[in-house]
């Protein structure tokens, strides 16, 4: 999508202003980049037309440069084709408040189940999860066992009792809790057929739900749109979640829910863990699609990790080449704590894609680096010139901690290597140098 829209801005180079003739050429490499994205065709039409009728409007404004006011209008015009604003879930005012979920084989129904009790939990509600999934005894499994790790309750009929009627007994278990939240598990098929449909109907009618979540998986592409809109319309839904947005996905569903249903994306599934949940904002991931890199999410997350005084001291430190031993620890394990980096690395713009095994490997050098720092003395810590100076601590080091005297020597190279490439990134030009290690 990104480079197909990169040719659109690049058609308006030198132009001066917006005109019925010169955006032609670019909104066709936009609707040609909507479309590869895998959106609707009668969604990319509506946007497109939504965008010249903007592009001409201002069209007369002089002084602004033509490329970079198409940019401005495709990125509102995506807000606001995703909704606008972050849709909140809503709440019951008075009892618990029932979520349903429903969705596809596989798209995520159960993972999103814990995930979302997980995140309400941390909101301070009380969850209790059911498994209405019937037609696997696997299903029902998977779920107790994710609500153990979240540690929230799940109530299982086992797969004897209808759908309908395991929702009417968690929903009593649920009031005489009384929880806040009761989040309902639902069995998918691999197409919607009538049965699943009649299924929902009636579990829907049992719960008189707050919020049915329809669960798309982000890589559904085209067919979104046509599954949406049958949900809706069968069942009525009040939202959608979207999952696997850390995937390969072009986004086209993204674009697609809110247009055809009228209904917003909630919520988004960025992984396969719990802590893998977070509301949707329009705007972020507009600019993402437009190539922009998910910043904010990744600055939230990075913030959430690392306090901010420890981030401002250890920017002072980077300032001053200080940046010790006990700062490469709290980095790195603060790092490894952001959760599957693959993720975070993902919306670092430019980066590319890392694979799992990279991932793994990376936190097995965690493991062997902090084996070395703790084997450490705190002024050796501080001061890791004295590493770079002394061959004898170095292998005092690589004794206490089992390692060899070159993994010591490499890992002190790094910190050096770092300090430097840490003081180009924050723009101080001057650097400073890698020491030699002495022999
Ligand atoms: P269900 O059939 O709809 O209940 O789907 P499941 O919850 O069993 O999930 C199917 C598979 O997708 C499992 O392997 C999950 O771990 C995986 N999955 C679910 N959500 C995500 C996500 O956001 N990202 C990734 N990468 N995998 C996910
Ligand atoms: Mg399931």
Redesign the pocket.
């Known amino acids: 999508l990104t480079s197909g829209l990169e040719s659109a801005w690049n058609k308006l180079k030198g132009e001066e202003v917006l005109t019925k003739e010169n955006i032609v050429e670019p909104m066709r490499d936009i609707r040609r980049a909507l479309l590869e994205a895998d959106v609707s065709l009668p969604v990319v039409r509506r946007f497109v037309q939504a965008v010249s009728d903007q592009a001409v409007g201002v069209g007369l404004i002089r002084g602004v440069k033509p490329d970079q006011q198409l940019v401005k209008i495709v990125n509102e015009e995506l807000v606001k084709l995703m909704g606008g604003e972050v849709s909140e879930l809503v709440f019951a005012k008075s009892g618990p408040t029932v979520i349903l ?1 429903a ?13 979302l009790a997980y995140y309400l939990k941390k909101q301070g509600k009380s969850c209790m999860l059911v498994a209405g ?1 019937v037609y696997r005894p696997a ?1 029902i499994d ?1 779920l107790v066992i ?1 609500g153990e790790q979240v540690a929230v309750p799940v109530y299982t009929a086992g797969t004897e009792v209808k759908p309908s009627e395991i929702a009417r007994q968690g929903l009593n278990e649920a009031k005489k809790k009384k929880v806040d939240v009761v989040i309902v ?1 639902t ?2 098929r691999l197409q919607i057929d009538r049965g699943m449909m009649d299924e929902l109907k009636d579990v829907k009618r049992v719960l008189n739900p707050t919020e049915v979540l329809l ?1 798309v ?2 890589m559904t592409g085209q067919e979104a749109a046509a599954l949406v809109t049958t949900f809706n319309i069968e069942i009525g839904i009040t939202g959608a979640i979207l ?5 390969d996905s072009r986004g086209g569903a993204a674009l697609s829910v809110k247009e055809v249903s009228g209904k917003p994306i909630k919520l ?5 863990r719990m802590e ?2 977070e509301p949707f904002y329009p705007d972020r991931m507009a600019g993402r699609i437009l190539g922009m890199g998910d910043v904010l999410s990744f600055v939230e997350k990075a913030q959430e990790v690392m306090q901010q005084e420890d981030a401002e001291e250890l920017q002072k430190k980077i300032m001053s080449a200080k940046f010790d031993f006990n700062d490469f620890l709290k980095q790195t394990r603060a790092v490894a704590r952001m959760g599957s980096m693959t993720r975070v690395l993902g919306m670092i713009p430019g980066m590319g894609k890392v694979t799992p095994a990279q991932v793994r490997e990376a936190e097995k050098s965690l493991k062997i680096m902090e084996g070395m720092i703790e084997a450490m003395t705190p002024e050796e810590r501080e001061k890791p010139e004295l590493l770079a100076e002394s061959p004898t601590r170095r292998k005092r080091i690589a004794q206490d901690s089992g390692k060899t005297e070159q993994q010591v020597s490499q890992l002190v190279a790094q910190l050096f290597q770092m300090r430097v490439r840490m003081k180009n990134l924050m723009g101080v030009m001057e650097g400073g140098s890698i020491p030699a290690l002495s022999n």
Not at 103 to 115: D, I
Not at 243 to 247: A, C, E, F, P, V
Not at 268 to 272: A, I, M, Q, S
């Open positions: 979920l969705g596809l084989q596989g798209v995520g129904k159960t993972t999103v189940s814990a995930k999934d299903a998977q994710l598990d069995a998918g669960v998986d982000a999952t696997k947005l850390d995937g988004v599934g960025r992984g396969e893998d949940l």
